[in-house]
């Protein structure tokens, strides 16, 4: 079973600030690696996912990039925060090939003030 | 008109009562993941099925791929059960999210 480990827990930033979560898998080894953002009172948007180190998709144009400089590792960035950036953050991973059962880390609330 | 479309929106059900919780999607999928997310935000896979039915504990999903619909019952339902119930639809590693389902079930 994978665990995965994301932080902070919360977070409160001001507009124009920069923005890095992290997310870090346990037991498992070449993840497939995925961050969501779930809005206010709305469901899942994929924004980005990772088949292996270095190889990032984005799905949805924005403000934000992210980043996997190693296996269990993926970082999700911005330069300069804006006020539609705020949301709740979810890293999941699974285990390839698709088909396989999701882990979610426990997510980061981000108020972008 | 959104690939995965879930119902009923929310659902309050007395204690003991059978819940089901419907999704329909439109895309040819390779799986489909019903997911369930606490108040708190955190989020855990309850199922994963290409086909037919899996059963965990008062937990039952079912998939009919040919009419692309799934189902997620809970038999004897407890207000633990109360949470928001997420389905998923996986084509190739791209996943698409239904809005959800908030369940409340009353003691």
């Known amino acids: 079973s994978q665990t995965i480990h994301q932080w902070p827990a919360t977070l409160v930033q001001p507009v124009g600030s920069p923005l890095s979560l992290e997310c870090t898998v346990e037991?498992?080894?070449?993840?497939?690696l995925y961050w969501y953002r779930q809005a206010a009172g709305r469901g899942l948007q994929l924004l980005f996912y990772?088949?292996?180190?270095?190889?990032i998709s984005s799905e949805v144009p924005q403000n934000l990039s992210a980043s996997r400089p190693q296996d269990r590792q993926f970082i999700l960035s911005s330069k300069k925060l804006l006020l539609s950036d705020s949301g709740f953050y979810l890293c999941?991973?699974?285990?390839?090939?698709?088909?396989?059962?999701?882990?979610f880390g426990s997510g980061t609330q981000l108020s972008v003030l | 008109k959104n690939e995965v479309e879930q119902s009923p929106q929310n659902l309050t059900a007395q204690e003991g009562e059978f819940i089901t919780i419907n999704c329909s999607y439109s895309?040819?999928?390779?799986?489909l993941h019903w997911l369930q997310q606490h108040p708190g935000g955190g989020i855990v896979s309850l199922f994963m099925?290409?086909?037919g039915k899996k059963k965990h504990g008062r937990l039952i999903a079912t998939i009919n791929i040919q009419e692309k619909h799934s189902s997620l019952h809970i038999t004897a339902s407890h207000p633990r059960d109360s949470a928001v119930y997420i389905c998923?639809?996986?084509?190739?590693?791209?996943?698409?999210f239904g809005t959800g389902t908030r369940l409340t079930i009353i003691p």
């Open positions: 998923a639809v996986e084509v190739g590693r791209k996943l698409t």
């Open positions: 037991g498992t080894s070449n993840p497939n």
């Open positions: 999941a991973s699974q285990r390839g090939p698709p088909n396989e059962k999701l882990f």
């Open positions: 099925l290409s086909s």
């Open positions: 990772s088949v292996g180190i270095g190889q």
């Open positions: 895309v040819g999928i390779s799986a």
